[in-house]
């Protein structure tokens, strides 16, 4: 795996290092305080190459006489909109790709007009670990043409010092950031991971893991769902000779006896479609098919990171929806935990099977404030909303819009889409109590979310379809990974919001 930045943080008057960033606003300005003959040698350098500051443009520089740096990098910030977190993200990223050569980098964090706060040079930060995230556990470690192999800092973190008005501020801000990057970059690996890897059982044996930081698991296996009556997770599982299972996560960091909140995550390996078998162009795409549930471990083990004063559930249903003849047909039907009857007309609408015995036996036995369950679950909801929101269901406005909320601070967005009587008429079963698909191709990703509300009870709930966000959406300033880990930091942010202790 890729090496992560060592990260530091000192006053703000610190310098030195291989490189020397400092921030430019409009025009190409940077701050009053540096250095006179720091200042003057930005702004000559600007006016030469016209260079105005735009947000996230840069300037590099052998840095002038008197400067303890080989190397001067400017960075614009200017925008006409107001900064937001994500902002900061974006500039920590920038940095890291700028600066990936070098051993030692300081930041100077302060703005032209006032210094940057510590909780947004601490984003900056995790920006700069987010960027330096890369896959690359089964690549051979050779070097590319015209590299080194003894360069003096292959193998060696490099350090990036952020220098702030208040550090030991800036340091505590950015322990839970860190956090959070650890959670986004666990969930990124596991949908990274090739599905001959990362089966079912080797998934729910790294959710194990966990418990080193505190969060308490429980494995179901084949013959406990069967006797809970899971016959709709069971169902997609039988046509793969890998077995199932149900991963339940309790981090207790609230007051005992609080009602917790909830997370549910689909969890499928691999996704061949079933008997209804997907096309062979871009199928190998489906080992990604389990983003929801990584969302959801990653968001566990960022809670607990960062020790959030909240009573958290996280549940995902591991299965593999394989071709065997043992694999489930179209118009088989199959009994759900809940006592519904299901009519399986296409077995490649698996996910929301699934998920429908996760949602309920975690409304069932935990009671939760609410559920909200994550699921890379139609392609019609990229169709709709592209790879740049995630679809988002609800029974609940106060709910829905506390996630809008989260989504619009932390960059993950997402956008409410309708529910109604109408659409839920449309997976009225013939033979069944309800079927597993709706009519055509319309409202493919509404019907889906109707039948996903049918195993909700009255739980406050909201269904996040993340089909374009979570795997191969566009690559950003904090993100170069096919795997996103998109709904993390979305939801992280909501907990942090409005259900932790105070």
Request: charged share 25%; net charge negative.
């Amino acid at each position: 795996m890729a090496t992560l930045p060592k990260i530091e943080f000192a006053p703000l008057g610190a310098a030195g290092g291989d490189v020397l960033v400092v921030l430019a606003g409009e025009g190409g300005s940077v701050p009053e305080s540096l250095p006179g003959a720091l200042r003057e040698a930005v702004g000559k350098a600007a006016r030469i190459a016209k260079f105005k500051g735009k947000g996230l443009s840069t300037l590099d520089l052998i840095a002038p006489a008197g400067v303890e740096a080989d190397r001067l990098l400017v960075v614009g910030t200017h925008s006409k909109d107001p900064r937001t977190e994500e902002d900061f993200l974006k500039l920590g990223g920038t940095i890291l790709a700028k600066t990936k050569r070098a051993a030692t980098v300081t930041i100077r964090c302060e703005m032209p007009a006032n210094p940057v706060a510590a909780a947004e040079a601490a984003r900056m930060a995790s920006g700069a670990l987010l960027r330096a995230y890369e896959f690359d556990l089964y690549k051979s470690k050779k070097a590319k043409p015209g590299e080194d192999d003894d360069k003096e800092t292959d193998g060696k973190p490099a350090t990036l010092t952020f220098a702030v008005e208040d550090p030991d501020a800036a340091r505590e801000a950015f322990a839970a950031e860190e956090a959070i990057a650890a959670g986004t970059m666990l969930a990124r690996d596991l949908v990274n991971e090739p599905a001959n890897i990362l089966g079912p059982v080797e998934y729910a044996d790294r959710i194990k893991e966990l418990t080193a930081h505190g969060i308490d698991v429980e494995i179901l296996g084949e013959d406990e769902m069967r006797e809970l009556k899971m016959h709709a997770l069971l169902g997609v599982a039988q046509g793969s000779p890998r077995p199932p299972r149900l991963a339940i996560m309790r981090w207790n960091g609230g007051a005992e006896g609080e009602q917790p909140v909830a997370f549910v995550g689909k969890g499928v390996v691999f996704d061949t479609g079933g008997i209804s078998i997907k096309p062979a162009g871009g199928m190998e795409d489906m080992k990604g098919d389990m983003g929801g549930s990584a969302a959801v471990v990653g968001l566990m083990r960022a809670l607990a990171g960062r020790k959030a004063k909240v009573n958290a559930i996280g549940i995902v249903g591991l299965v593999e929806n394989a071709v065997d003849g043992a694999a489930q047909r179209p118009g088989d039907i199959v009994t759900a935990m809940s006592g519904t009857t299901i009519e399986v007309l296409n077995t490649d609408a698996e996910g929301r099977l699934v998920l429908a015995d996760a949602l309920w036996y975690c409304q069932d036995r935990f009671k939760p404030q609410f559920m909200v369950n994550l699921a890379t679950l139609t392609g019609a909801i990229i169709v709709a909303l592209g790879n740049h929101h995630a679809g988002l269901f609800s029974n609940n406005d106060e709910l829905a819009e506390r996630l809008t909320a989260a989504g619009k601070a932390s960059g993950e967005k997402v956008w409410r889409m309708p529910l109604g009587r109408e659409y839920d008429k449309m997976i009225e079963g013939k033979f069944a109590d309800i079927k597993n698909i709706g009519g055509g191709r319309a409202g493919g990703s509404i019907t889906a979310a109707q039948f996903l509300q049918r195993f909700v009870n009255d739980v406050p709930w909201a269904h996040l379809d993340i089909a374009g966000t979570a795997m191969g959406s566009p690559s950003n300033e904090y993100n170069q990974s096919w795997a996103s880990g998109f709904g993390v930091r979305l939801l992280d942010r909501l907990v942090a919001d409005h259900y932790q202790s105070q």
